[in-house]
C-alpha cells in the first residue's frame, strides 16, 4: 500500500516562511503529477499548487502566486512546497496529493487527484 507523508508544518508569524515536504511511502509508485491543497476550517479543500512531471509544468493558485513555490524529484515521488510572506489567511491543514493515471495537463481539482497525505497543520499568527 502506498503513503504519502507530510511533513514540515507549525507554527510561523506573519511574513515568515515554511517549507512543506511530501514523500511516498510503500510500493512503488508511479506519478503523472503531484500536488498540494490546503482546508482552512469551516471551508472547502482548496488548490494551493501542482507539477506535472512531464516538462515539470507548474501552477498556482492566484493567492499564492508570487509567495510559494512547488519542487519536486519525479523519481522520488517527493514534492515539496515552500512559502514566503505567509499571512493569516494561509493558515490551513496543508495536504500533499498525487495522481497515478497520465496527465497531459497540470491538474488542480480534487478530483484528480486519487492519492493523499493525512495533512500537516500549518498556523500562522498575526
Known amino acids: 500500500q502506498v503513503q504519502l507523508v507530510e511533513s514540515g508544518g507549525g507554527l510561523v508569524q506573519a511574513g515568515g516562511s515554511l517549507r512543506l515536504s511530501c514523500a511516498a511511502s510503500?510500493?512503488?509508485?508511479?506519478?503523472?503529477?503531484m500536488g498540494w491543497f490546503r482546508q482552512a476550517p469551516g471551508k472547502e479543500r482548496e488548490f494551493v499548487a501542482a507539477?506535472?512531471?512531464?516538462?515539470?509544468?507548474?501552477r498556482y493558485a492566484d493567492s499564492v502566486k508570487g509567495r510559494f513555490a512547488i519542487s519536486g524529484d519525479n523519481a522520488k515521488n517527493t514534492v515539496a512546497l515552500q512559502m514566503n510572506s505567509l499571512n493569516f489567511e494561509d493558515t490551513a491543514a496543508y495536504y500533499c496529493?498525487?495522481?497515478?493515471?497520465?496527465?497531459?495537463?497540470?491538474?488542480?481539482?480534487?478530483?484528480?487527484?486519487?492519492?493523499w497525505g493525512q495533512g500537516t497543520q500549518v498556523t500562522v499568527s498575526s
Open positions: 510503500g510500493r512503488t509508485l508511479i506519478t503523472s503529477a
Open positions: 507539477v506535472n512531471w512531464s516538462g515539470d509544468s507548474t
Open positions: 496529493a498525487a495522481r497515478r493515471a497520465l496527465a497531459t495537463f497540470v491538474p488542480s481539482e480534487t478530483y484528480e487527484f486519487d492519492l
